[in-house]
């Protein structure tokens, strides 16, 4: 059985930090590239962060980067996002998510996947993150 599991999330003020942490089990997660998205109420999903299994090149989108780190533990089967300096905006649910195809472009892959969900091959539930005073 295939399963992703994020966890981490909560309440936080901004200018504040967390760190959220995807574990996965059924598959070996050094084959597979990673992704965070987000979705906010009434808004879109969004590509925030991927992260190639080949090389380790990473994509993250302009309103985080600076602010947000894509990690893993292969060892552990584990994916994380470090989120610095966190904005109200930034309030949404988070999820991981892997593909188990070995693409050069992750950046692309990102986009594609903010598009549609089809993009990815597995995804988790989401964690809820709240950025308020």
């Known amino acids: 059985q295939v399963q992703l599991v994020e966890s981490g999330g909560g309440l936080v003020q901004p200018g504040g930090s967390l760190r959220l942490s995807c574990t996965v089990s059924?598959?070996?997660?050094?084959?597979?590239?990673i992704g965070w998205f987000r979705q906010a109420p009434g808004k879109e999903r969004e590509g925030i962060s991927c992260?190639?299994?080949?090389?380790?090149?990473?994509y993250y989108e302009d309103s985080v980067k600076g602010r947000f780190t894509i990690s893993r533990d292969n060892a552990n089967n584990t994916v994380f996002l470090q989120m610095n300096s966190l904005k109200p905006e930034d309030t949404a649910v988070y999820y991981c998510?892997?593909?188990?195809?070995?693409?050069?472009?992750?950046?692309?892959?990102?986009?594609?996947?903010?598009?549609?969900?089809?993009?990815?091959?597995?995804w988790g539930k989401g964690t809820l993150v709240t950025v308020s005073s």
């Open positions: 998510a892997v593909h188990g195809s070995r693409i050069s472009n992750v950046q692309a892959m990102c986009v594609m996947a903010t598009k549609s969900r089809g993009g990815m091959d597995y």
């Open positions: 992260m190639s299994s080949v090389d380790g090149t990473t």
């Open positions: 059924g598959f070996a997660l050094n084959a597979f590239h």
